[in-house]
């Protein structure tokens, strides 16, 4: 039996080999998702309910209504191929099911459906024919096929009627024909791209693995500072639990490439202005997905304002125990604790002059080190705000030597650091004394402190620094395998910058072969 190839709304499918394609675009989908479509197809325009799927798709396997939710989703993210105004292929109609809203056209009919029609159009054999008079015989004469004494009309000669059924035959099978090197060149057109096609394979999520995101909002009126408090949240929660819990963490709020995911559970922050009573306001919306199963396990949006940042980091936090069923321990609430100033204005320029760290060039740090000054003013109980503005302070001076002046302000500045009540329980302690260390070519005493800084928190910093230490001993397969770590608690551009350029300059390509080979072909 022929393989049917139809034409769905734009898009040309080819179950033959698992394919759709439009405009040179091709992606290969899963056997089960092409069935699905194929049998949409086959009854366009129609409403067909979780059952009939089941029944027809499925095959009345064990399934749930749950695996055909998650399977018409996946078909209308494959259909839609991430253009944001196409068509609604495959529309839910309330409480019945769903139904195919394209046009579809069938480029071949399967080959028992052929049969028929060729069959019909075979004339009968009970319909007479007239014989030929024959030779000498006057032309009015009558003869009778039954004469046995009339001759039978010569071989060679054929009958009205065996023509007709010959032409007849012969045009059914020319258009059949004409229809199946119609479609062949199709498929033959659809599949000369300019880009190779693209396979969507079957990914094994981690379910202790999460991604974090953060969906641009710039149409909020304060989007820098709003930008600048989700970027804070998700690398708090990302140190936190990645340090804390048995959760693995990857902050993506600096890293936009729409790639395939193994981890089990997503975590969105977005920034959405919409109609609030009878104004317009910029709400923050945090959601947790699961997406083995695309249930929502947190949905929670606030109104965020200068005076309640810390009421909201608190609930948010709290808010993701209970979710992942995670209680946070008591280190971990210590650590919290350390991280909020008595005052939610010091918390919007603290993660202002965070986020500006992270940027890592000289202009940001510098910045940064002022928005440091102000949050100390503002709130002068905020001993981690004195230690980064240390660490702010001490790179600036790899990157920039400071004068002397400067240089010794700075470590008094180290000096009095290290004697506030719990720092030396804090990373960022070992963070600082690292930097300086290496400045100063003491590599083995680098090695320990950044140790310190691990066996206290696993952050993409500490990584970084880790990564130059072991470049400095001349171990560029360490080095690299801490640089791609970094890297993977927090993809983007500037843990890129600071692998480039932390401290000192690393070669990526000669240290980082692999990493950089990744980048090259986003």
Not at 23 to 49: C, N
Not at 206 to 225: A, E
Not at 266 to 295: G, P
Request: glycine residues 4%; hydrophobic residues 40%.
């Amino acid at each position: 039996m022929l393989q049917p190839v139809v034409r769905v709304g734009e898009w040309l499918v080819t179950p033959s080999v698992n394919q759709i394609s439009r405009k040179g675009r091709q992606l290969t989908l899963e056997p089960r998702l092409i069935d699905l479509l194929v049998f949409f197809a086959r009854h366009p325009g129609e409403v067909l309910s979780r059952d009939e799927l089941i029944e027809n798709v499925w095959t009345r396997n064990v399934v749930t209504s749950h695996v055909v939710t998650q399977s018409i989703s996946e078909l209308r993210k494959s259909l839609k191929d991430g253009d944001d105004v196409s068509l609604e292929y495959i529309a839910t109609v309330p409480k019945r099911g769903y139904k195919l809203t394209v046009p579809v056209i069938w480029c071949t009919e399967e080959g028992e459906e052929l049969a028929p029609q060729m069959q019909a159009l075979t004339p009968s054999p009970s319909v007479a024919a007239t014989a030929p008079p024959a030779a000498g015989a006057p032309p009015d004469a009558p003869v009778s096929a039954a004469d046995p004494a009339v001759p039978a009309p010569a071989p060679t000669v054929a009958s009205a009627p065996s023509v007709r059924k010959r032409l007849t035959t012969a045009l059914v099978w020319g258009l059949f024909l004409l229809a199946l090197g119609t479609c062949v060149a199709l498929v033959a057109l659809s599949s000369m791209e300019s880009r190779p096609p693209v396979n969507k394979a079957r990914l094994l999520l981690n379910p202790r693995d999460i991604d974090i995101h953060l969906v641009n909002g710039n149409s909020c009126t304060n989007w820098s500072s709003q930008h600048s408090y989700a970027v804070g949240l998700a690398s708090l929660i990302t140190t936190s639990l990645n340090t804390f819990s048995t959760f693995m963490v990857h902050d993506k709020t600096d890293y936009n490439i729409n790639e395939p995911s193994s981890s089990g559970k997503t975590l969105t922050i977005e920034f959405v202005n919409q109609r609030h009573y009878r104004a317009q306001q910029c709400f923050m919306s945090v959601q947790l997905v699961d997406n083995a199963d695309s249930s929502t396990m947190l949905d929670k949006r606030y109104f965020v304002t200068n005076d309640n940042q810390l009421t909201i980091q608190n609930d948010l936090m709290n808010s993701l125990s209970d979710a992942l069923t995670q209680p946070w321990p008591a280190r971990m609430q210590a650590m919290l604790r350390q991280y909020q100033p008595s005052q939610s204005v010091a918390l919007t320029y603290f993660y202002q002059s965070h986020q500006l760290l992270m940027k890592g060039d000289v202009d940001s740090l510098s910045k940064a080190s002022s928005l440091l000054d102000d949050v100390i003013k503002r709130a002068p109980d905020f001993i981690y705000a004195y230690a980064e503005k240390t660490l702010v302070d001490v790179l600036r001076h790899s990157q920039q030597p400071l004068d002397d002046k400067q240089l010794a302000a700075l470590y008094s500045e180290v000096e009095r650091v290290g004697e506030m009540p719990g720092i030396k329980d804090m990373a960022i302690y070992y963070q600082v004394k690292a930097v300086d260390l290496l400045g100063k070519g003491k590599v083995d005493e680098a090695n320990t402190a950044i140790n310190s800084a691990i066996d206290l928190e696993m952050s993409w910093l500490n990584y970084v620094l880790l990564g130059k230490v072991y470049e400095m001993k001349g171990e560029n397969r360490l080095a690299a395998d801490s640089y791609i770590t970094a890297f993977n608690l927090r993809p983007g551009g500037d843990t890129l910058y600071w692998i480039e350029n932390g401290v000192f300059q690393t070669s990526v390509n000669r240290v980082v072969p692999y990493l950089d080979n990744f980048l090259s072909s986003e």
